[in-house]
């Protein structure tokens, strides 16, 4: 099982400042096979970012998703208020998907 | 555009089986992956299993052996059985599209395939409590 883990676990940033997470995976990962997902309180997953790097349809593109093998990055250019939220990478090692653990953006 | 809703009983007791439906609307079930995954309270997501529509499964090891994924390609639904469930079982339970999409690159004249995995359309989630 690959294991995905998100630093930092709680990231504490103001509007319009530029938020790096970042998310390393136990094993090589196929780009590909590699996602971003934001979750606000109380409600679903939204898919951010697909193949480490394609934006979701709708998703603006201060959102952008970088890196390959074990490392990964979601990057958010100029924080809106509406993106502090919790962020989970997830990925496809067959047989199975797994997350990471989250990273929490809060407002400072 | 396709919605997701689960629907099952919100309460369950210890050792019983839990059994949730998810219900594909705006769209057709057909030549898609559809997947469940749960989030315990306060705690992350944690993927159970997906079918594709025509019946075939891939389960998490860890809880392979207590889940069933089914489909029902007429009433555009597939559901979730997890048996022998315990209060470590409470969780919002999410239904999700899991799509498989192919991509193509050139390099140097040679064309490359692959896959991109992910889960684009995610139900609203039903919260699912283990409890005498």
């Known amino acids: 099982e690959i294991v995905l883990t998100q630093s930092p676990g709680t990231l504490s940033l103001s509007p319009g400042e530029r938020a790096t997470l970042s998310c390393r995976a136990s094993?090589?990962?196929?780009?590909?096979?590699l996602a971003w997902y934001q979750q606000k309180p109380g409600q679903a997953p939204r898919l951010l970012i697909y193949?480490?790097?394609s934006r979701a349809t709708g998703i603006p593109d201060r959102f952008s998703g970088s890196g390959s093998g074990t490392d990964f990055t979601l990057t958010i250019s100029r924080l809106e208020p509406e993106d502090f939220a919790v962020y989970y990478c997830q990925q496809y090692g067959s047989p199975m998907y797994t997350f990471g653990q989250g990273t929490k953006l809060e407002i400072k | 555009q396709v919605q997701l809703q689960e629907s099952g009983p919100g309460l369950v007791k210890p050792s019983e089986t839990l059994s949730l439906t998810c219900t594909v609307s705006?769209?057709?079930?057909?030549?898609?992956?559809w997947s469940w995954i749960r989030q315990p309270p306060g705690k992350g997501l944690e993927w159970i299993g997906y079918?594709?529509?025509?019946?075939?499964?891939n389960y998490n090891p860890s809880l392979k052996s207590r889940v069933t994924i089914s489909v029902d390609t007429s009433k555009n639904q597939f559901s979730l059985k997890l048996s022998s469930v315990t209060a470590a079982d409470t969780a919002v339970y999410y239904c999700?599209?899991?799509?498989?999409?192919?991509?193509?690159?050139?390099?140097?004249?040679?064309?490359?395939?692959?896959?991109?995995?992910?889960?684009?359309?995610w139900g609203k989630g039903t919260t699912v409590t283990v409890s005498s």
């Open positions: 079918i594709y529509y025509s019946g075939s499964t």
């Open positions: 705006g769209g057709s079930i057909s030549s898609y992956y």
């Open positions: 999700a599209r899991d799509r498989r999409n192919v991509g193509i690159t050139m390099v140097q004249g040679v064309i490359n395939y692959y896959y991109y995995y992910y889960m684009d359309v």
């Open positions: 094993q090589s990962v196929s780009s590909s096979y």
């Open positions: 193949g480490a790097s």
